[in-house]
């Protein structure tokens, strides 16, 4: 177990930079810049199975450069699935809300040994290895990462057809190191459905710890295979356990090959399917229950668990706009603490401050954006219109009892009317669609929304009657005043 030693990168033949040059149309020269690798090879002496098994380690994009702790995704079969289950869950990490994984890739040597939990001597005199091999994981390989690498203690096991089977197994058994199950095509005809014939009796007594599981299967495997994973979830059902939450799914068009790609995507998404704050708790939002469950959600999962950025901007744009101002400057606040190198999100951040009333702590936020944006390179919003808001923050418009009173009228016809009012020396302005809104001045003439979706108001008097110019992102319409009431 000592004895662990790296080799060589994954699907790559060097790490250092290979320079070749090559003349082109023009005088451009093209030079290598070396190779790059989803993954690294170790090798580990195994006690347990008295041979040297080798390992494949994929680490986040972000482990060099934090100290968070992963989550850990055992992959059985790894030189088929490795390429696919890291591109899936760095996709996934990235832009779908799961957490970020450490992947441990276990290759197959001798399938029938190592996959099944008991011996069946039609097929091998081999077969049967499969507690040995677990020992191994449990005891030997599960035991070194946690030792060596930042993990978290949820852990993932991935097995399809043969390993599969060994995956189904585990799943059943009273106690095991891991939290949540990817299974495609399980091979539950093994010894003569041994593992169907005492599923709904293990799952009623074995099960006493939380598990997630996700099986899946291709349209075109075998009909035998598909009806016995559905008797393998019907087992599940029957034993009135609701201590494994499960999903199944049958891939349209899939073969038994070709499935274990989608199977995996699909399965790390329904693994982590509470993270999402979904649109029907909006409603019911409050500051302290969203904080205690983001930090629940870290707990469970590891400090990389969190919303997709459009999750949380989209909630925050809805608190703005219902007027729970204080609610959007939480949700903004931890949106910007885990993307702090994104100046819009600060913007959006000091806009919610102003709202909510703290116009000290925008222009600090403000600060902060401007910083950001003035030094970036790849498109973080305009750093000038950050420096106008902190101006107009720092030197309000002074707007007279007369202009406002000027302003003050019903502009449009129909659906696209506006009723403009005041209110305690300031300017409101009524639309059917939205909660009304306050109009902030940016000069005595010219006005803007602060809640979404940003519109532009200006006021012009033309032969005597007064003129609303709205600015809808860039597309403006002329509405005027019309007499007598809204």
Same mark, same amino acid.
């Given at each position: ?29 093209? #030079?290598?810049?070396? #190779? ?6 170790? $090798? ?93 994981? @449990? ?39 891991? %939290? ?16 169907? !014939?005492? *599923? ?25 295979? @598909? $009806? ?9 059902? *029957? ?63 590891? +400090? ?46 000091? %806009? ?8 000290? !702590? ?22 000038? $219109? ?7 923050? #720092? ?27 005041? @209110? ?16 902030? *001045? @940016?000069?005595? !003439? $010219? ?10 108001? +200006? ?28």
């Amino acid at each position: 177990m000592k004895n662990v030693r790296a080799l060589l990168i994954l699907l790559v033949s060097s790490l250092s930079a290979v320079c070749m040059a090559a003349d082109l149309e023009g005088g451009a020269v093209v #030079s290598g810049l070396g #190779s790059l690798s989803i993954a690294e090879r170790y $090798q580990l002496t195994s006690e347990q199975l008295s041979e040297t098994r080798e390992f494949y380690l994929s680490l986040p994009a972000s482990y060099d450069n934090s100290q968070h702790h992963y989550s850990v995704l055992y992959l059985l079969d790894a030189d088929q699935n490795m390429e696919h289950a890291v591109a899936s869950a760095r996709m996934l990490a990235q832009w779908r809300g799961i957490p970020e994984l450490i992947i441990v890739g276990i290759p197959s040597t001798n399938r029938l040994r190592d996959f099944t939990p008991t011996q069946d001597l039609n097929y091998s005199e081999q077969s049967g290895g499969g507690e040995l091999f677990m020992a191994f994981l @449990k005891q030997e390989l599960i035991p070194y990462i946690d030792a060596n690498y930042r993990t978290h203690p949820f852990r993932i096991l991935s097995g399809h057809s043969l390993s599969g089977l060994l995956a189904s197994n585990e799943l059943m058994l009273t106690s095991s190191p891991f %939290n949540a199950f990817i299974i495609t095509a399980p091979s539950l005809w093994w010894n003569d459905f041994e593992i169907l !014939k005492i *599923a709904e009796q293990n799952f009623k007594q074995n099960q006493r710890e939380s598990k997630a599981a996700y099986f899946g299967i291709g349209e075109l495997d075998g009909y035998g295979m @598909k $009806q016995e994973l559905l008797r393998y979830i019907a087992a599940i059902e *029957a034993s009135g356990n609701d201590r494994v939450r499960f999903d199944h799914r049958e891939y349209s068009g899939e073969g038994h090959m070709s499935a274990p790609m989608s199977v995996t995507y699909d399965g790390l998404i329904s693994v982590f399917a509470d993270i999402p704050y979904l649109k029907e708790s909006w409603d019911s939002f409050s500051s302290d229950a969203f904080t205690a469950r983001e930090e629940n959600l870290r707990a469970n999962y590891g +400090s990389t668990a969190l919303q997709m950025a459009e999750t949380y901007i989209g909630l925050a744009n809805y608190l703005l706009e219902h007027g729970n101002f204080n609610g959007a400057v939480t949700v903004f606040t931890i949106n910007a603490e885990l993307n702090p190198e994104y100046a819009p999100y600060y913007d959006w951040l000091a %806009n919610a401050y102003v709202l909510a009333g703290n116009v000290e !702590k925008a222009i600090e936020v403000y600060r902060t954006a401007y910083d950001i944006s003035s030094t970036a390179i790849n498109g973080q919003g305009n750093a000038n $219109q950050y420096l106008e808001q902190i101006d107009l923050l #720092s030197h309000p418009v002074e707007l007279s009892d007369e202009n406002i009173r000027s302003f003050v009228g019903c502009y449009g016809e129909g659906e696209d009317s506006y009723a403009i009012y005041s @209110k305690d020396g300031r300017l409101y302005g009524r639309h059917s669609d939205w909660q009304d809104f306050e109009l902030f *001045a @940016k000069t005595t !003439k $010219q006005f803007f929304m602060r809640v979404p979706p940003g519109h532009q108001f +200006s006021f012009v008097v033309e032969n005597s009657v007064t003129t609303l110019l709205l600015d809808v992102y860039g597309t403006q319409s002329r509405l005027q005043a019309r007499q007598g009431g809204c």
